[in-house]
């Protein structure tokens, strides 16, 4: 059984940051991939950074240089985070954490394929 609840979303202005957290709770601890994705109101939910096991990382272009997804390893990587800085209101969103159990997440990100299991969602908004 697979468990993903985020944290950390809020509304802040142009220019600010913020921390998001995902606990990762999985029974069988088989995650290749764990990921963040996004969803503005009107629009398809999309990639914005992954992570694999041994902590390499992929971003979505427009998040390069200002977010950074990284993984808590003294936990056994049961907590997934997304340092946000710079953020603009084109950043306003639904941000999801996801984990890829099958091994192919890797290769559509930031498309969704892969990744099954999903959090419940944490806003931010980003005002200008």
């Known amino acids: 059984q697979v468990e993903l609840v985020e944290s950390g979303g809020g509304a802040v202005q142009s220019g600010g940051s913020l921390r998001l957290s995902c606990k990762v709770s999985d029974s069988t601890n088989k995650m290749f991939f764990r990921a963040w994705f996004r969803q503005a109101p009107g629009k398809e939910r999309e990639g914005v950074a992954a992570i694999g096991d041994n902590g390499s990382t992929k971003y979505d272009e427009s998040v390069k240089g200002r977010f950074t997804i990284s993984q808590d390893s003294a936990t056994n990587k049961k907590f997934l985070y997304l340092q946000m800085n710079s953020l603009q209101p084109e950043d306003t969103a639904m941000y999801y954490c996801?984990?890829?159990?099958?091994?192919?997440?890797?290769?559509?990100?930031?498309?969704?394929?892969?990744?099954?299991?999903w959090g419940q969602g944490t806003q931010v908004t980003v005002s200008s």
């Open positions: 996801a984990t890829d159990r099958s091994g192919v997440g890797w290769d559509y990100f930031p498309g969704l394929r892969g990744f099954g299991h």
